[in-house]
């Protein structure tokens, strides 16, 4: 492709955009995608009873929206590089609202699954929140706006676990999917009043082939290994599946390599900050996802184990609740630690915090105030290395490519939580006790899937150390900036 095309902005966003108002929009997009994802959590149990099937099928209420989101969050961060990131944003709020008013008004498995698989298909949401901010907002306000974003993601999710809980106790289940739908729109109206279009666009030809071949890849990964519990690690379906995916992919970064308008610049993942930057994203991915699933079951499991605390559904989301404001105010913290130091120094504080916070919970776990704390913690550091992430990425790659990066580093923490989850889940099937006839996860179990949470989080905090010294991000285009050459995309 030759240099690229600068596109006029939407006729609605002439004016300087008011950076403030933009910042909030975005975030409010970004918690209102985490709320989707936390929702279903406090009804996973009662599934089988309300869609009446069983509850092998009703994990894939949960599992369509995985596999959604791994497809849709590369795919719709490379068309907001070529034909609008604000326009892709909002064709994913909309994706969200129909997904959420489809399981509103299900009451079989069928709809909540396809509800639930749109609903998955607006996680490209942050990302694309991110690459706008890096386009419309001024030099000085880029660290702290994006911390922010990035950390959207955990406090709409500690936030929303209680308040979900609490509906689902009191009312209707259906009502859930309602509030999703209504804030989705309220969301989707603001996106359209106060953020602007980005100018940054790159246009050229949609990789059809590269995206079919990168679904195909992911959702063959995906299944292994979020079903290959239920399936059993050495079946023929989950071996044939894995094996699937590593011929699918490889033949995928064959065609990538050699496509002018590749769907992912593998040249530009390549680079060592990049690479460097999304191999730590996959170790904190995984140490993450530990915390949201030993606390929960710790607390609600019965007090007669010796460990268990007895715990409602909603005391788990109170307690996980402080998390998330931990996590918004530490984004400040890490985007000054970013100004003074550099997005790797904040990466690798995170992921020692990240770290202390699990070796911590091995020592503590016998009391409520145990688990906010150590919540507390784990959240501190998620806020510095999702603050920082974004910004090693954008520092990295050229304006026209934000978006594809972004999405695919978003995807790479991704891929680390379903690792997680699956390893995870295997620990605690065979780590167990007996109590009353039931096989339930051993204390020696959550402690050993803490400890691998500490491990993820050091190998997090070892790989980032290869990440090059700070270098100076590349120049954002903003509205104020008129030059017709303001904005290139290589060829």
């Known amino acids: 492709m030759s240099d690229a095309l600068t596109r006029p902005a939407d006729a ?68 907001g590089d070529m034909i609008g990131k604000r326009r892709m944003l909002l064709v994913s709020i909309v994706l969200l609202v129909s997904g959420s008013v489809v399981c509103a008004f299900a009451d079989s498995l069928v709809p909540m699954i396809i509800g639930r698989a749109l609903q998955g298909l607006s996680a490209a949401v942050v990302p694309l929140g991110i690459s706008i901010m890096r386009d419309a907002l001024p030099a000085d306000r880029l660290a702290g706006s994006t911390a922010l974003m990035s950390a959207s993601l955990g406090v709409g999710g500690a936030l929303g676990l209680p308040t979900a809980a609490f509906i689902a106790d009191k009312w209707d289940w259906h009502l859930l999917f309602w509030a999703s739908a209504v804030l989705g729109a309220v969301a989707f109206v603001m ?50 599946l894995g094996a699937a995916a590593v011929l699918i992919l490889l033949a995928w970064g064959w065609w990538e390599l050699r496509s002018k308008q590749p769907l992912v610049d593998l040249r530009t993942t390549a680079k060592p900050q990049v690479l460097f930057t999304n191999l730590a994203s996959i170790a904190l991915g995984f140490s993450m996802f530990a915390m949201s699933l030993v606390l929960p079951q710790l607390l609600q499991l019965p007090e007669q184990t010796g460990y268990g605390l007895g715990k409602s559904m909603l005391t788990v989301g109170l307690v996980l609740a402080p998390q998330g404001l931990v996590m918004m105010a530490m984004s ?50 998620v806020g510095f290395t999702y603050g920082a992430l974004p910004a090693l990425i954008m520092g990295a790659v050229d304006p026209s490519q934000t978006g594809a990066a972004n999405s695919l580093n978003t995807l790479m923490r991704s891929l680390g939580t379903s690792f997680a989850s699956a390893l995870a889940g295997v620990i605690l099937a065979q780590m167990t006790t007996d ?57």
């Open 435 to 491: 109590f009353g006839g039931h096989a339930l996860p051993s204390e020696s179990g959550f402690k050993v899937v803490m400890a691998i949470g500490a491990g993820a989080a050091l190998l997090a905090f070892l790989v980032a150390s290869f990440i090059p010294r700070r270098q100076a991000p590349a120049p954002a285009a903003t509205e104020s900036d008129d030059r017709p050459e303001a904005v290139t995309a290589k060829a």
């Open 191 to 240: 996106v359209l009043l106060i953020v602007p279009e980005s100018r940054v666009r790159t246009g050229g030809r949609f990789d059809l082939v590269g995206s079919l071949g990168l679904s195909a890849g992911l959702l063959s990964l995906l299944l292994a290994v979020s079903k290959g519990g239920d399936w059993g690690w050495t079946s023929g379906t989950t071996l044939g």
């Open 12 to 79: 609605g966003t002439a004016a300087p955009p008011k950076p403030n108002a933009v910042v909030a929009v975005l975030a409010l997009a970004g918690i209102v995608v985490s709320l989707m994802q936390t929702l279903v959590i406090p009804i996973v149990p009662e599934l089988p009873t309300l869609l009446h099937a069983s509850a092998s099928n009703t994990a894939w209420a949960v599992t369509a929206t995985l596999l959604a989101a791994a497809v849709a969050t590369p795919v719709v961060g490379r068309l």
């Open 332 to 381: 400040a913290v890490s985007a000054r630690v970013t100004k003074a130091k550099g997005p790797k120094v904040t990466l690798m504080i995170g992921a020692l915090i990240v770290a202390s916070g699990y070796a911590l919970n091995i020592a503590l776990m016998s009391e409520v105030w145990h688990l906010v704390l150590v919540s507390c913690i784990i959240g501190a550091g």
